[in-house]
């Protein structure tokens, strides 16, 4: 994985990034381009940092004065009830993992009304795209459909005065609602872009990135930036939390528990196995790691040593050199506890989501545009500012692949993927106009008019 982990920016985005003229960075007379590709500044120093901070970012606060970017605004605040209404109608349709085709075909059709082009790709994945005049980057807003609730979980929702509550409310469905409401504000005001907007909902997110994976897989090129709605509001995410989920199994012949003394036995390997992983340190300034046993299966007879047992690991860090040695490590181990009860064992892959970098290897995504944009964008509407090198989300699919990624997140709420989630409402209003605010500042404005 250290081979895949690509440059960042890619060349031919930082160039185009530094060859396009900006319309509207022109017009609020703000933003200058660097004169390099920001990959070959070394910021010295703090101040030389926020100088190039300062002219990597693609939105002001001018910005919001423009007459269609204040209407489109306006428009998100007016018409929020209904959004949430939206929010709610998601949220009621069903759309497990693999499941999504229902809820995809309602988002489908709403972007088919606001005139987008839209396609349903063989994964499920609901991609509309609102093209741009030309000349401008391609920005790709992701929010994943799926939900990790299966298919007879009741889903309805309740309102508790600024709360809502339901299995999937806030994960993620607050998201696509908020993708809409975007849309629609962007073509009620008429605004046009120089860059393809491409608002897509996202298939199999749950499943390791799958959608997300697959459709730039199949679209090498295609988006220059990728911004996923995911997560609670109020952190900007750039990197890539790696996941490695792995099922340990330890096999032997069995036996009567009256024959069973001394005889090899999988469950005694299985309990060194976890016992011996669990005296693992993770080795300081290293960006860190965490794993759990999560799962014990195997054995279905009282009086028996059983044939097969297993354990599953959820290993986790940002820093891929460091995921892929304790994986090594936890599997040398399993190898010396089976081998010390005299039992086989078995290695089952069962997902693998790459890691995407430390914060020091990603040192110069930090000053890319995308981030420094949704920094000042994040600032300018007081959602919080923490930026971190980490997320689980589908910008991972974007930052393991060299494309400028990050994540932003959808409203305030809690305890996801669990049967009591919940999301307050008014956070999604300031979240939803932050996506309008990304879209004309990264995609940037076409032909607007002066700011008064
Ligand atoms: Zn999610």
Known sequence: MTSSLPSFPCLRTAGALARRALPFSLLVGLVVLPPTPLEAQVPAADAAREAVRATASRFAPALVQHPQVAEAMAWIEANFEAQVEEWILITEIPAPSEHEEARGAYVAEQMRALGLEVSVDSIGNVVGVRPGRGGGPTLVFAAHIDTVHPLDVDVTVRRDGDILRAPGIFDNSASVANMLAVARAMDHAGIETAGDVIFMGTAQEELGLRGMSYWLDQNPGRADMLVALDGGLGSINYGALGIYWTRYHFLGDGAHTNQSAGRPHPVRALADAVDRIYELRIPEGQGG???????????????????????????????????????????????????????????EPVNRIEAGGTEAQLADRREHPLVVTAEGVYGFLELGNRTVASGSTDANAGVVRGIPSISVGRSLGGDQHTLSEWSDVPSALPATQAVLLLAVSLAELAGGAPVP
Not at 289 to 306: C, Q, R
Not at 322 to 337: C, G, K, M, P, Q
């Open 289 to 347: 790691a965490v794993y759990n046993v999560g799962m014990l299966d195997g054995g279905s007879i009282f009086n028996a040593i059983p044939e097969r047992v297993s354990f599953t690991m959820d290993l986790r860090s940002v820093n891929p050199v460091l995921l892929d040695s304790l994986h090594a490590e936890i599997e040398a181990r399993v190898a010396t506890a089976a081998e010390a009860h005299g039992v086989r064992w078995e290695m």
